[in-house]
Structures are given as structure tokens and as C-alpha cells.
């Protein structure tokens, strides 16, 4: 699937027809992701088709960007060593989402490295360690692992995730 590229989220996204499968993902891209862009809380950036139709939805899917900040003692303990005892910035890939009929094309993993150019985009000019993502289920937990997050808390639901920015770099530099 030959995907165009992501732009901030437009009033007119909140009215399109997107059904992810997850209300509460769904009811954020209607009632804030706009708002929240608008005061600066986190910036939503939508995917949209060409045009809407009943197999492809005008938004394909949506992620949002935030910053946030994590303990050294939430680190993985290979991560500690050199850190400050005091909290650091990290940016947070918050409410990815794909629509339900755009699921199992690649969406979703083309947001998400969307997401991270990105942050390593803004990590030139602002410090950020890396990036935290809050996997709600297994299924969304072994999708982020494969792009080389690692579990914060193993015990907790939803799971935070962190990348380093370091692997980040990596990543966007491969082929």
C-alpha cells in the first residue's frame, strides 16, 4: 500500500468515520484530539486516504505526540549508568490507532516511524533520551517490540515501553 504522508490532525477528521475497534481511541480523534492540538497538550497527526469510501475510510489512522519525562530509576538498569538521579525528558507516542479496515497493511508501522522522525526530528533542538509508548495489550506490546521498545513495567496494564534515542537514530538510519 503506497501511503501518503501524515499532516496534524483538521476539525474535519473528528467527523470522519473512523472505528478502530477501541472506543476510547475512537472518542479521543472526535471529541480531542483537536482541542488538545489547539492548547498544545499533544499534537495528533492523521493519515488520511485519498478519499473516503466504504473500504477505505478517509483517515487511515492517527498517533500523538507529547513530551514527558521518566526517572532514571524507571530505566532499564543497562540504561542507568551516567544519568542524572533527576527526571529527563522523554517524548510519548500516545493514541496510535488504526482504522479497522486499513488494519493488517502496514499502517500502523508506518505511523509509528512516522512518529519517530519526528521526535528525532525535534530531539536536534530540544533534549529528549527517548521515547515511551503505553502498550494496552499484548498485541499492541509485541507490535512495539518489534520496533525494539522494551518493557518499563512488566506487571502493569497498559505497559509503558521506552526506546532509547539513541536506537532510535539507528533505526531511522537502516535501509
Known amino acids: ?62 498517533y500523538t505526540l507529547s513530551m514527558a519525562q521518566i526517572t532514571r530509576e524507571a530505566l532499564p538498569k543497562e540504561e542507568r549508568p551516567g544519568l542524572p538521579r533527576y527526571p529527563m525528558p522523554v517524548a510519548l507516542v500516545g493514541r496510535l490507532a488504526v482504522d479497522r479496515r486499513a488494519q493488517g497493511r502496514g499502517v500502523g508501522g508506518r505511523l509509528l516511524v512516522d512518529a519517530l522522525i519526528r521526535v528525532a526530528g525535534a530531539a536536534t533542538d530540544v533534549g529528549c533520551l527517548g521515547v515511551i509508548v503505553d502498550a494496552k495489550d499484548e498485541k499492541a506490546r509485541h507490535f512495539y517490540e518489534h520496533f525494539g521498545f522494551s518493557e518499563l513495567e512488566p506487571e502493569v496494564w497498559p505497559r509503558r515501553m521506552y526506546l532509547p534515542m539513541a536506537t532510535v537514530v539507528r533505526l531511522l538510519a537502516e535501509p
Open 1 to 62: 500500500m503506497d501511503l501518503p504522508e501524515t499532516s496534524h490532525v483538521e476539525p474535519e477528521d473528528a467527523a470522519a468515520d473512523f472505528d478502530s475497534g477501541v472506543h476510547a481511541l475512537d472518542d479521543f480523534l472526535r471529541r480531542h484530539a483537536v482541542p488538545n492540538a489547539d492548547r498544545g497538550i499533544g499534537k495528533t497527526f492523521v493519515l488520511r486516504s485519498a478519499e473516503g469510501t466504504a473500504n477505505a475510510p478517509r483517515v487511515l489512522g492517527f
